[in-house]
C-alpha cells in the first residue's frame, strides 16, 4: 500500500475533525452573542427598575401638597338613614342670578361636567334643564386635595355645593345661568355614580348637523333605548314632557273652571296586566 493511498484512506476522517470542528465554532459564534447580550438586558432592566422607582419617588413627592386647610369641607356624604332631619336650606338653581351676587347659597343637582387645570376645576352642575357653573381654586379656604377630590367626582353624581354667588364678566354661553358662577366652599357626594356609564349626556344632548359629523360621538337610537333612565335627562326629552305638562295642566284647569270632576276608573280588560 502506497502513501498516496493512506493519505488517501485519511481524508474522510480529517474531513470529518474539520466539519466538526467548524459546527463547533459556529456553535461558539452563535452563543457568543447571547452570552454577551445577558449582561446588556440586565443592565436595561436594572435601569428601568431604578427610572421607575424614582419615577414612584418623584410622584410620592407630589402628591404631598402640604396640609388640608379644607378637611371636613369635602367627601362622601354620609347616608342619613332618617338619623336626623337635615336643616340645609337647598336654594334652586334657577333662582340663581344677579339679585343674589355675593349670598352663600347651596345647591344640590348633578355633575354635568368637570374640567381640572392646574390648582383650580372648572365643573357644572344640573338641575333638571338649569345648568351652572361652579369654580374651585387654590386659595386660603380651598386645598390642592379638595380640588383633586372635585376633579375626580364622576359625571351624573349627584353632590351637595356650598358656594358664593359671584357676579362674571362675561357671560358664560355654555349655561343656562349665563350672568353669574358659584365659587365653592364645600362640596359633599350625595349619590356617586358608576365611572363609566353607557352615554353621555352632553353626547346625548347634542344636535348632530353634517359639518360636525364624525367629530363628536354619537349616541345610537339602541343605545338611547337600552339607557332610557340616562336618555331622559338630555334638555330635548325634559321640554317634551314640560310641553305634555302644560297641555294636560290646561286642559284639567279648563274642565275643572267648567265645573267637571277628574275621575281615575278602573281598567278592566280580559287579561292580567303585569301593572295590577
Not at 435601569?47 to 402640604?66: I, P, Y
Not at 355633575?111 to 333638571?128: D, E, L, M, N, P
Request: proline content about 3%; overall charge positive.
Amino acid at each position: 500500500m502506497t502513501g498516496n493511498q493512506l493519505s488517501r484512506r485519511k481524508n474522510p476522517k480529517e474531513r470529518k475533525t474539520r466539519s466538526l470542528k467548524l459546527m463547533l465554532l459556529l456553535m461558539e459564534k452563535n452563543q457568543k452573542p447571547k452570552r454577551r447580550g445577558m449582561p446588556r438586558k440586565t443592565e436595561k432592566a436594572s435601569k428601568k427598575a431604578a427610572h421607575k422607582s424614582e419615577e414612584a419617588g418623584g410622584k410620592v413627592e407630589t402628591k404631598d401638597d402640604g396640609p388640608d386647610v379644607s378637611s371636613g369641607k369635602y367627601g362622601t356624604q354620609e347616608m342619613n338613614q332618617s338619623k336626623d332631619k337635615p336643616s340645609t336650606v337647598l336654594t334652586p338653581v334657577k333662582e340663581l342670578g344677579m339679585k343674589m351676587n355675593e349670598k352663600t347659597v347651596t345647591v344640590r343637582g348633578r355633575v354635568h361636567t368637570s374640567r381640572a387645570k392646574g390648582k383650580q376645576c372648572f365643573f357644572v352642575i344640573r338641575q333638571q334643564q338649569v345648568t351652572i357653573q361652579c369654580l374651585a381654586f387654590v386659595n386660603e379656604f380651598i386645598s390642592k386635595q379638595m380640588v383633586n377630590f372635585i376633579a375626580n367626582i364622576n359625571n351624573e353624581s349627584i353632590v351637595d355645593v356650598e358656594a358664593v354667588v359671584k357676579k362674571v364678566d362675561e357671560k358664560i354661553e355654555s349655561c343656562t345661568q349665563q350672568d353669574v358662577e358659584l365659587h365653592v366652599r364645600q362640596v359633599w357626594v350625595v349619590s356617586a355614580s358608576d365611572a363609566r356609564l353607557p352615554l353621555q349626556i352632553e353626547d346625548a344632548a347634542r344636535q348632530l348637523t353634517e359639518e360636525n359629523e364624525g367629530t363628536f360621538a354619537r349616541v345610537n337610537q339602541d343605545v338611547r333605548l337600552d339607557n332610557r333612565v340616562l336618555d331622559l335627562r338630555t334638555p330635548t326629552n325634559q321640554a317634551i314632557f314640560r310641553l305634555e305638562a302644560g297641555v294636560c295642566q290646561l286642559f284639567r284647569d279648563t274642565l275643572v273652571k267648567k265645573g267637571f270632576v277628574e275621575i281615575h276608573t278602573p281598567k278592566i280588560i280580559s287579561a292580567a296586566s303585569e301593572g295590577g
